[in-house]
Every structure is written in C-alpha cells, then in structure tokens.
C-alpha cells in the first residue's frame, strides 16, 4: 500500500522540486527524511532516481517544507532540505537561493498569505539561515501571476519578475562573514599543497578560487564534468574548507554527510566564452567569470546562494574575486556574473565601518511557475521506525 501525500511540483529560478505544508509530513526528522527519499526516488547507486520524482541532477532533487509563521516578523516558515541522488540523505545544512523563489508564489497560491494585487510581499524566514528573505510576488486576481516578459539564463522563455531581497546574508551558517577571520586565506589542502582562496559565508558558506589556481580558464563547461581530475582537486579543496570552519570534523565526513555545503566556486577576470546554448556572451557583457559545483557536479548556470557570496566578495578589497575585478566593476552595486548558462545580476549592499564589512542585503530578480498539484505517492512501510 502507498500513502498519498499532497504535494505541489514547483520551479523556482533554475531549480525545482516537490513543496509541502510541514503538517502533510511525519513529524519526526528520520521519518520525515526516509518518506522524501523514498518519495525522489533516492538512494539510486545508478544515480537515476528512476523510482520517484526526481530527476537525477541535483538542481531537481530539492524539497522545501513551508508553514505559516508564528512570529509577526515573517508571514511564512521555509525549510529547504537538499535530497541526495546516490546516498539516504537529505541536507537540511544551507539554503537554495532559486527555490527560494517559488517559496512567496507557493504561499500565496496556498492561501498562507493573503493576496494584494498587483504585488504580494512575502517575509520568509528561512529557518536553515535563521535569515529573512522577503519575495515581492505579481499577483493577478488573487493567484502568483507566472506570467511576464522577464527571462532568467538557463531557464527558456519569459516570466512574472519575483524580486527577491535576502536581508543581512553574511553568516547564514557559521555566524560570521568570513569565518576564518580573513578575507583570503592559504589554505593547506591534502594531496595539492597551499591553495589560495576566500571563505565567505552569505546566504550559504562558499569556497571561492580564482580559475587560475586551478590551471583553468575560468570559460571551461563540459570539461569539467568529463574530467575527473579536476573535479577531484575541487572537492578536495571543499572538504578542507569544511573541516577548517567546523562544517565537518574530517575530510571523509565533509564528502559523505555534506554535500551541498559549502559549495565552491571558481572566478576568473572577463573574457568571452560561449554558453551551453552556443550563445556568445562578450567580454564586456559581464563583470566576472564564474562556475560553481553543485552536490560534485558542474552547475549549469549559478546558484542564486552563490551568486549572492560571489558579489558580496566581490566588493570587499583583498578577496580573490575583487583581485580580478577593475576599479568601476568592484563599486557597483549590481554585478553581472557570466556562467555557463548566461549572465545573472545581483544587487550587493556592503557597508564598511572601521575596516569591519557589513553585508547589508542582496537582490536579485527570479521566476517562478506551479508545474504539477496533487499528491506524490509514499509506499507505507517509509512511513514506520522499522523501515529504515
């Protein structure tokens, strides 16, 4: 026998996956973990899902719990958890800045909010961060308005624009901006020597490298997943940093229990490239050159959390990214990121007081679209202490 539980499919920038009222699932995390996993179909060793909905690439395999807030600060509570392809876990470490998106759409939609047209303004406390996100919805005739004439990169066609407002980002995960205590550091990594890199924590903890240290580019696409060298080295260096900020006690732990976090990034000064589509992006179309590994895997355009640590670095002297930045580039408030599916723009507000940065707030524009309602179907042993 299968349990039937309700479940809406959503997409939210370039991510998507199930979402669910926090009530329709067990209350108890290691129940509430196994009925996910049986309900992606996860863990597959041939790395399919092919038993469930989801769809074998880690921007698909995402779930967030949503329930309506407590406190009168915030109007909903959005729990994200990060579902493993090939092993029995579910990340709750870390939030995804593009499922995010679909969190203000999803509550208005689901009545956790009521409706104000022509734009709902939505508080999300993201309780992964303890951090507000406030989405600022389109709404016609009391529903999410999906529809629009603005476009994300690696997402076809046009949408309704979700402006998104992460307030205060730095220390999402460790409490502090940098938590090494340093805006760059030289890190000893087993195996590779003394890598130089920034540590910066907003919106999720993210490892970030100039491309250069990695004997790269910073342009390469389908190299990266074909070489298994390179992504080797990248997650060698992820696993360092885990263990150094206290993520995870060994190396071995940060690979096996912590995928999604922290994520790594690699920068490079701009230049032209073209994108998986075969669009040509030109060098002065952007402002910095990215790529950012999501769960051992190239990304395919950027995470939305990435972004948000990318341009923050970005503005703040002595990082590797605003070593490769020019003079105006670093000053602006909104940068423009070229990944391999485009170019995203993020707004960073960064105050400096007495040498200290504060990472007032990020924004960026996303779409969102409801794909599939209805129940997803659970067989009921997961449901059971015994079953796992």
């Known amino acids: 026998m299968q349990n039937r539980i309700p479940a809406v499919l959503m997409r939210g920038g370039t991510s998507k996956g199930l979402f669910f009222h926090a009530n329709h699932l067990p209350s108890d995390p290691g129940l509430r973990d196994a009925v996910l996993l049986a309900a992606y179909g996860s863990p597959d060793p041939n790395r399919r899902q092919i038993d469930g909905v989801g769809g074998a690439v880690s921007t698909t395999s995402k779930v967030a719990i949503i329930s309506p807030s407590a406190s009168p600060d915030y109007d909903v509570v959005y729990n994200f958890g990060q579902v493993s392809i090939d092993r029995p876990l579910v990340d709750f470490k870390g939030n995804c800045g593009n499922i995010s998106s679909a969190v203000g759409p999803f509550a208005v939609d689901e009545g956790l909010i009521a409706a104000t047209e022509p734009v ?94 990695l004997d790269l580019e910073g342009t390469e696409i389908e190299r990266i997943d074909t070489d298994e060298t390179i992504k080797a080295h990248l997650e060698r260096i992820r696993c360092a940093v885990a263990v150094e900020i206290g993520i995870a006690e060994t190396i071995e732990e940060a690979t096996q229990r912590s995928q999604a976090v922290p994520k790594i990034a690699w920068v490079s000064a701009p230049k032209s490239y073209q994108t998986l589509g ?14 950012i590994m999501s769960m051992g895997t190239l990304h395919k355009s950027f995470a939305v959390s990435g972004a948000i640590a990318t341009a923050g670095a970005a503005g703040i002297p002595g990082t590797v990214v605003h070593d490769l930045m020019s003079p105006e580039a670093s000053k602006k408030e909104i940068m423009r990121l070229g990944h391999p599916g485009g170019i995203i723009e993020v707004g960073a507000v960064v105050k400096e007081t007495k040498g200290d940065f504060n990472y007032k707030e990020a924004i960026l524009g996303r779409t969102a679209r409801r794909l599939m309602e209805g129940n997803v179907l659970v067989p009921e042993k997961y449901f059971h202490r015994d079953s796992r």
């Open 278 to 291: 075969g669009k040509a992006v030109d060098v002065a179309e952007v402002d910095l050159v990215a790529r």
């Open 120 to 213: 709902t303004r939505v508080r999300i406390h993201q309780v992964n961060t303890d951090k507000l996100i406030v989405a600022e919805v389109p709404v016609k005739d009391g529903r999410f308005d999906e529809a629009g004439d603005y476009e994300i990169a690696g997402v076809p066609g046009s949408g309704g624009k979700i402006i998104l407002r992460f307030s205060d980002p730095g220390g999402s995960l460790t409490g502090k901006l940098f938590p090494t205590g340093n805006v760059k550091d030289n890190l000893d990594v087993p195996g590779m020597g003394h890598i130089e890199l920034t540590i910066i924590d907003a919106a999720n903890p993210v490892v970030l490298v100039q491309a250069a240290t």
